[in-house]
T-cell receptor
């Protein structure tokens, strides 16, 4: 079945860039998503990328997609303490979403 | 405000209790979802409803019983749960479940503890 993998933890210093990586197995995925979950809250869509794109930029967020290697990354520029959260990668090839385990981003002052 | 609300936000219940979780969306969407988020597992899809019809039951035990009376409301009825069912239960909605680009909007979740 489909599978999505992420590293579980990432720590960065405030002001540095964060890069969160994700790999997926379903080559038919048409859209890939990044969601953010803050403590005590549900998931919030951050950004998405269509599978025929290799890069998408949205303010401080840059998504890179390597479709050949089935590798997706999210770069957060000038990381702030408010960016501390769990980030989920998700793919949708069939009808339903498959989420990764989430990467917990800690931003150190 | 995500447009998806869930009540209660926290619930503690014994294994013999019966309780219900409620989800309501104010976005005019036609698809609604229940997910289970445990501490050590990826987000697990439980049920999908599209236009009030159940289209997915992801091998969920019968002690969880969903109900979707209309496109705006989704319930999860709980009975004789086990301690391992303790988790955050997230509801989501989307315009429909069949579109390829299909942003899901999540509620804040119900934190369930089964004693």
């Amino acid at each position: 079945g489909e599978d999505v993998e992420q590293s579980l933890f990432l720590s960065v210093r405030e002001g540095d860039s964060s890069v969160i990586n994700c790999t997926y197995t379903d080559s038919s995925s048409t859209y890939l998503y990044w969601y953010k979950q803050e403590p005590g809250a549900g998931l919030q869509l951050l950004t998405y990328i269509f599978s025929n794109m290799d890069m998408k930029q949205d303010q401080r967020l840059t998504v890179l997609l390597n479709k050949k290697d089935k590798h997706l990354s999210l770069r957060i520029a000038d990381t702030q303490t408010g960016d501390s959260a769990i980030y989920f990668c998700a793919e949708r090839g069939g009808q339903n979403f498959v989420f990764g385990p989430g990467t917990r981003l800690s931003v150190l002052p | 405000e995500t447009g998806v609300t869930q009540t209660p936000r926290h619930l503690v219940m014994g294994m013999t209790n019966k309780k219900s979780l409620k989800c309501e969306q104010h976005l005019g969407h036609n698809a609604m979802y229940w997910y289970k988020q445990s501490a050590k597992k990826p987000l697990e899809l439980m049920f999908v409803y599209n236009f009030k019809e159940q289209t997915e039951n992801n091998s969920v035990p019968s002690r969880f019983s969903p109900e979707c009376p209309n496109s705006s409301h989704l319930f999860l009825h709980l009975h004789t749960l086990q301690p391992e069912d303790s988790a955050l239960y997230l509801c989501a909605s989307s315009p429909s479940s069949g579109e390829q680009y299909n942003e899901q909007f999540f509620g804040p979740g119900t934190r369930l503890t089964v004693l």
